[in-house]
């Protein structure tokens, strides 16, 4: 079974920059898109941003021109995230889709990103 290691959340002041990593530990066949989700207390899990295998981008438009993704290989992905808000706190979680027709997905466990005002 392939893991998700994500890493690099932590606390930041408001205005300030973190960059979330995330890992598999082996190869995912048909690997169509790696990206970030957050869920906040209380709210239900949203999309952040993902890139395809293709390299197209898509982000949440909260966080258009602020958060940037990028891949290095063929399974990591990262997450630039700058000037940083208290509303961007939540738990963020690496999810990596694959599959031809049936879609599936692999979840990492997530990382805590705390946003100080």
């Known amino acids: 079974q392939v893991r998700l290691v994500e890493s690099g959340g932590g606390l930041v002041q408001s205005g300030g920059s973190l960059r979330l990593s995330c890992a598999a530990s082996g190869s995912i066949p048909r690997l169509n898109a790696m990206g970030w989700y957050r869920q906040a207390p209380g709210k239900q899990r949203e999309l952040v941003a993902k890139?395809?295998?293709?390299?197209?981008t898509n982000y949440a438009d909260s966080v258009k021109g602020r958060f940037t993704i990028s891949r290095d290989n063929a399974f990591a992905v990262y997450l630039q995230m700058n000037n940083l808000k208290p509303e961007d706190a939540a738990v963020y979680y690496c999810v990596a889709e694959y599959g031809a027709g049936i879609r599936y997905s692999h979840w990492g466990q997530g990382t805590q990103v705390t946003v100080s005002s």
């Open positions: 890139i395809t295998s293709g390299g197209s």
